[in-house]
């Protein structure tokens, strides 16, 4: 099956600063590509997804890009504020027809030092 | 509003005895998935269903039981809880779309200790 795995396990920022966020699967027929946001206590949200026919995506300051070659993909964060402070996680899923699922990686802890 | 609620939010329990946990969404989505959480181990998948009385094992099944009656709700039962389960059960909802990755959407969660 699907191996998704996330490097570092713990980032920590400067205010102000970017943070670049990688990701690996194992998968070439992986498909859907969606980066989840976690904070302290709260449940799991989608920040961005990308699929496998774009090599980038943005929304305002976070943008994720695919290298389907290299079967990895990162998340970028641009002017990183206190409140980007959370776990990430990112998830890679097969697509067949109506059904997918999803594989999450062990996520990473951001932290954004004020 | 649509939503995905969780049901208890907090349960303590002792070893052996059964326990279910609930899930219920006014998405009407067909697809419904049950996660649990623990430190350094990120999401995993227990069970998934695709729709009404389908369901699937995912990575950490064991011990765990799913059923599907109806497209609203996917109750998970842990049939003879272990200290091993202790964790935080996360259960989210899709749409069903052909060929495209769909967005999961989350529950609350419910913390569960197993004494």
Redesign the interface.
């Known amino acids: 099956?699907e191996n998704v795995e996330q490097h570092p396990s713990t980032l920590s920022v400067q205010e102000g600063d970017s943070a670049v966020i990688k990701c690996t699967y194992s998968d070439s027929a992986s498909?859907?590509?969606?980066w989840y946001k976690q904070e302290l206590g709260?449940?799991?949200?989608?920040i961005i997804?990308i699929?496998s026919n774009v090599g980038e995506k943005k929304d305002q300051r976070i943008a994720v890009t695919l290298n389907k070659t290299a079967k990895h993909f990162s998340l970028h964060i641009t002017e990183t504020q206190p409140e980007d402070s959370a776990v990430y996680?990112c998830a890679a899923?097969i697509?067949t027809?109506?059904?997918?699922?999803?594989?999450?990686?062990?996520?990473i802890t951001l932290s954004v030092r004020p | 509003d649509a939503e995905i609620t969780q049901s208890p939010r907090h349960k303590i329990t002792e070893t052996g005895r059964q326990v279910t946990l609930a899930c219920h969404q006014t998405w009407n989505h067909n697809n419904m998935f049950w996660y649990r959480q623990d430190l350094g181990h990120g999401l995993r998948l227990i069970h998934y269903s695709y729709g009404v009385h389908d369901t699937n094992k995912g990575e950490v099944s064991d011990g765990y039981s799913v059923s599907r009656s109806n497209t609203e709700d996917l109750p998970l039962t842990l049939e003879s809880a272990a200290s091993s389960q202790t964790s935080v059960y996360f259960c989210a909802s899709s749409r069903r779309r052909t060929g495209i990755g769909e967005t999961q959407y989350f529950g609350p969660g419910t913390r569960l200790l197993v004494l």
């Open positions: 099956g498909n859907y590509f969606p709260k449940r799991p949200q989608l997804d699929r996680f899923s697509v027809g109506a059904n997918s699922k999803l594989t999450f990686g062990k996520g």
